[in-house]
């Protein structure tokens, strides 16, 4: 199974044990799963839904009268990005750090 197929897999598990209105538990038992697993992607969702709420800013560069250097933050880690930069390679390296993130 690969990781996409098991992301999914796991969101429908997911999704069944809200909708359940049982308690982890007790779903867990219904459902043969270990409790230490249903928590696991429950903490995956919720990190991934906090990540997903995020979205690009328009940025208008040629209203500045100055430009020494911009600082983006993806999570935890900052880019700065000088005068000059190549547009593309921002944006490879703002989704590498996206995705590796999830």
Known sequence: MTKEELR?????RVKEFKESGQSAPAW??????K????????RKEKHTSTVTT????????????????L???VGQV???VKPGFD????V????????NDR
């Open 8 to 12: 999914d897999f796991w969101a429908a």
């Open 28 to 33: 867990c038992v219904a459902n043969n799963v």
């Open 35 to 42: 409790l230490h697993q249903l928590r696991y992607w429950l």
């Open 78 to 80: 900052a880019v700065e």
């Open 54 to 69: 995020l979205s690009w800013l328009p940025l208008n560069l040629s209203d500045a009268g100055f430009q020494t250097s």
């Open 92 to 99: 490879d390296v703002v989704k590498a750090l996206i995705d």
């Open 87 to 90: 547009p593309k390679l921002l």
């Open 71 to 73: 600082l983006v933050r």
